[in-house]
């Protein structure tokens, strides 16, 4: 492993007055975070009714672990009945997420303040991206 990867995600934890718990990611969600991240989203999401906003907005880069580990924790909440949001400013994560099919499957938000209490990204207009033609041959 590259003794020089030093980007891997941090996370910044803060409760809100209505009981949302925010969470900002910065960095890389991949191979080398997942575990340390998995552990902290596993303790956030044990309660009932877990109400959590993921901040993506700083995140450079997610690989398909950290797909998986934002899957995971969805599922977890919707299990307990709860709420997962992402904060998603565009670009890279959106089209990720809408060329492996994964685009219906969060709330998405442009902004935090969206998530705590606006409008969401992830109805069918709000994704107009292509993906790139897998190579054949």
């Not at 009932?48 to 909440?77: H, I, K, M, Q, Y």
């Not at 902004?111 to 109805?123: H, T, V």
Request: proline residues 6%; negative net charge; glycine residues 12%.
């Amino acid at each position: 492993m590259d003794d020089n990867h030093t980007r891997s995600a941090s996370y910044h934890t803060a409760r809100t007055d209505g009981g949302t718990t925010v969470v900002t990611l910065h960095g890389d969600i991949d191979l080398l975070s997942v575990p340390v991240l998995s552990a902290a989203l596993d303790a956030l999401t044990a309660g009932a009714e877990p109400d959590l906003v993921l901040d993506l907005s700083p995140v450079s880069f997610v690989d398909c672990t950290g797909l998986s580990l934002l899957c995971r924790a969805r599922n977890r909440v919707r299990s307990r009945l709860g709420r997962l949001r992402l904060v998603v400013p565009g670009g890279g994560f959106l089209r990720l997420l809408h060329c492996t099919g994964l685009s219906g499957t969060f709330e998405l938000y442009p902004g935090l303040g969206e998530a705590l209490g606006g409008k969401d990204l992830s109805g069918p207009a709000s994704v107009a991206v292509a993906c790139p033609s897998p190579a054949v041959g």
